[in-house]
């Protein structure tokens, strides 16, 4: 835990330029948080990314014809998991999948995959880039 947020309220211009370089050097070091797109709920971040059968991004479609993007993530602090796994129609050979939501407003947000190598598979549409400093 490096990561400082800034405290709310009046910040001096010099010590926020100075935070404004720490984050942009965190943005190189590839840690940027990942949020849900209805709430701002801090979900997981890009330092969690990972790589399932050979990619981060899935593209796949369900047997009802939805098609979805989702990136695969080792962890996602910010999901609960609901629903008994199954194997059924898994997009993921040898995994077993449920249902993955925002702890913050409870929409879907992705799966959750149990297996050999846990991880979550989150809908990238759900997910939006967010700093941290949540304004207000
Ligand atoms: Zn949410």
């Known amino acids: 835990m490096t ?28 840690e940027q948080q990942l949020c849900c797109v209805i709430c701002r709920h801090a979900i997981t971040s890009s330092r969690d990314a990972t790589v399932r059968q050979g990619n981060h991004f899935h593209d796949r479609t369900n047997p009802d014809g939805r098609r979805f993007l989702i990136a695969c993530f080792q962890n996602a602090p910010g999901c609960f998991v609901s629903g008994n ?52």
């Open 85 to 136: 796994s199954t194997a059924i129609h898994s997009w993921f050979t040898g995994y077993h999948w449920s249902f993955a939501h925002c702890a913050g407003c409870s929409c879907q947000i992705g799966w959750h995959y149990s297996g050999e190598q846990p991880f979550f598979g989150l809908m990238v549409e759900q997910l939006v880039e967010c700093a941290g400093d949540q304004a207000g």
């Open 3 to 30: 990561d400082v947020d800034s405290p709310p309220g009046v910040v001096p211009v010099k010590q926020r330029q100075t935070q404004a370089r720490t984050r942009r050097q965190e943005d190189f070091s590839g």
